[in-house]
């Protein structure tokens, strides 16, 4: 690992740096432009109730400066069968100029260390089927596929408000 790069917890002053590496993620990955204002509304609603979900940011100097290069966010999932809670690893993202470099290998070995806490039964994360690069570098950490595949609800069939 790169013993020059540090994890944190991300605070509301990383706001910034967050929106745009979630905007830049959705756009590199799955093709998706995001609404800037609704990504700004989630992440400071993460950022200002941990209960939601922790972002986690990795810095590495840049010169002088410690400059962010990528960011995850965990999320929680709670297990019956396994009487413990899982941590979903989510919004991976890795700046272009940082990546090879142990930044995501930092940010995940963070994350395998929380997850040796008593009430963690185990680590997760989805990635998009055409997203090989990241797939083989989940792999290369010791990820295994879980057999699971995700399905979702349409929004078109969610009850709306009213």
Same mark, same amino acid.
């Given at each position: 690992?790169? %013993? ?9 002053? =990383?706001? =910034?740096?967050?929106?745009?590496? %979630?905007? *830049? @993620?959705? /756009?590199? %990955? ?9 990504v ?6 993460? @950022? /200002?109730?941990? !209960?939601?979900?922790?972002?986690? $940011? ?5 010169? /002088?400066?410690? $400059? ?8 929680? #999932?709670?297990?019956?069968? +396994? !009487? ?9 993202? $890795? ?6 470099k142990?930044?995501?290998? *930092?940010?995940?070995a963070?994350? *395998? ?10 680590? +997760? ?5 055409? !997203? ?7 792999i290369? @950490?010791?990820?295994?596929?879980a057999?699971?595949?995700? @399905?979702?609800?349409? /929004?078109?069939?969610?009850?709306? #408000?009213?």
């Open positions: 690992m790169n %013993s020059s790069v540090t994890i944190r917890t991300a605070t509301l002053q =990383d706001l =910034d740096a967050l929106v745009c590496f %979630s905007v *830049a @993620l959705a /756009e590199e %990955s799955e093709g998706v432009k995001l609404d800037q204002e609704t700004t509304k989630g992440i400071q609603a993460v @950022l /200002e109730d941990p !209960n939601k979900a922790t972002y986690y $940011v990795a810095e590495v100097a840049v010169g /002088e400066t410690q $400059v962010i290069a990528g960011q995850l966010m965990i999320t929680y #999932e709670w297990s019956d069968w +396994r !009487n413990g809670m899982f941590l979903w690893i989510q919004s991976v993202f $890795v700046s272009a100029q940082h990546r090879r142990g930044v995501f290998r *930092a940010l995940y963070h994350v *395998a260390e929380r997850a040796r806490a008593p009430e963690v039964c185990g680590v +997760r994360l989805y990635v998009h089927h055409s !997203n090989q690069k990241a797939r083989q570098t989940y290369n @950490l010791g990820m295994i596929d057999g699971y595949s995700i @399905l979702e609800t349409p /929004e078109s069939l969610l009850p709306t #408000e009213g």
